[in-house]
Nanobody, 124 residues
Framework: EAQLVESGGGLVRPGGSLRLSCAVSGINLNVYSIGWFRQAPGKEREGVSCLRSSDGRAFYVDSVKDRFTIHRDRAENTVYLQMDSLRPEDTATYYC?????????????????WGQGTQVTVSS
């Protein structure tokens, strides 16, 4: 059985930080790629950061480069998204998801197993 559970969202002021967690069960992350996605009201779901299963290479969407970092803790089977220098435009529901194999980027439409999401709100 495959299960992804996100946590760590909340309300933060602009310039602040949050760390999101994705607890993974029943999925071999040596075979499945995993990533973080977000969806704001009225906008399409967007790939934020993904780890490719084949080599562990990380992808970041341009808008979060140098601000967000994806990290996998293999002992805990948990994937984190460290978010620094947060901006109001980062406000969204954040999801983690997996797909078999991998790609060089972070295509939401190719990911098949999803968590329920955690809300991030950046506001003063």
């Amino acid at each position: 059985e495959a299960q992804l559970v996100e946590s760590g969202g909340g309300l933060v002021r602009p310039g602040g930080s949050l760390r999101l967690s994705c607890a993974v069960s029943g999925i071999n992350l040596n075979v499945y790629s995993i990533g973080w996605f977000r969806q704001a009201p009225g906008k399409e779901r967007e790939g934020v950061s993904c780890l490719r299963s084949s080599d562990g290479r990380a992808f970041y969407v341009d808008s979060v480069k140098d601000r967000f970092t994806i990290h996998r803790d293999r002992a805990e089977n948990t994937v984190y998204l460290q978010m620094d220098s947060l901006r109001p435009e980062d406000t969204a529901t954040y999801y983690c998801a997996t797909k078999y194999g991998g790609t060089w980027y972070c295509p939401a439409h190719e990911y098949s197993t999803w968590g329920q999401g955690t809300q991030v709100t950046v506001s003063s």
